[in-house]
């Protein structure tokens, strides 16, 4: 069974900084790539980022291009998001989400509360 | 970017009614268009992928179809368990965008 598990939110102030992780299980993580997406309470669902299997492509949404960086450790199954000079329309559930090919965002993990607020 | 339009917004249906959600973008995203139901409280799931294709598991109340950049989940026979917001996303390009959501509500 796939398992996403994200964690590392929390309350931060403006300005501040965060890291969040996500723990996989339940597949060969080396093999799939990865995403963040987020949900502003009250809201819609928001693609923030993409890795590929051996972090050789990345992408951002325009909205935290370079104050976010994603990154993976295949040898601990683990995901990452940095997340810097962070803002209070950065406040959001946070999830990571496996993604295929041809599947698109396939799983998904029960995510993580981030709250920008002073 | 691709903007992804959904309709409607919001809808009021009955248990056992069949229930059409519509999507269009805004340019060629080659069927590269799933479907997502989330339930208050609780993460995303994939229903359908490839525009048209079940994901595993999911049951064939639900289908997706297309026509050009036009979509349609259809949600036959309305169970409880389905009142919930389905979101419709492309992604052929980055950055992948979502429709803005159906609140499918009881009536």
């Known amino acids: 069974e796939v398992q996403l598990v994200e964690s590392g939110g929390g309350l931060v102030q403006p300005g501040g900084s965060l890291r969040l992780s996500c723990a996989a299980s339940?597949?060969?993580?080396?093999?799939?790539?990865m995403n963040w997406v987020r949900q502003a309470p009250g809201k819609g669902l928001e693609w923030v980022s993409y890795i590929s299997s051996s972090s050789s492509t990345i992408y951002y949404a325009d909205s935290v291009k370079g104050r976010f960086t994603i990154s993976r450790d295949n040898a601990k199954d683990s995901l990452y998001l940095q997340m810097n000079s962070l803002r209070g329309e950065d406040t959001a559930v946070y999830y990571c989400?496996?993604?295929?090919?041809?599947?698109?965002?396939?799983?998904w993990g029960q995510g993580t509360l981030v709250t920008v607020s002073s | 970017d691709i903007q992804m339009t959904q309709s409607p917004s919001s809808l009021s249906a009955s248990v056992g009614d069949r229930v059409t959600i519509t999507c269009r973008a805004s340019?060629?995203?080659?069927?590269?268009l799933a479907w997502f139901q989330q339930r208050p409280g609780k993460a995303p799931k994939s229903l359908i992928y490839?525009?048209?294709s079940l994901q595993s598991g999911v049951p064939s109340k639900f289908s997706g179809s297309a026509s050009g950049t036009d979509f349609t989940l259809t949600i036959s026979s309305l169970q409880p368990e389905d009142f919930a917001t389905y979101y419709c996303?492309?992604?052929?390009?980055?950055?992948?965008?979502f429709g803005q959501g159906t609140k499918v509500e009881i009536k």
């Open positions: 490839a525009a048209s």
């Open positions: 340019q060629d995203i080659r069927n590269f």
């Open positions: 996303q492309q992604y052929n390009s980055f950055p992948w965008t």
């Open positions: 989400a496996r993604a295929d090919y041809y599947q698109g965002l396939e799983d």
């Open positions: 339940g597949f060969t993580f080396s093999s799939y790539s």
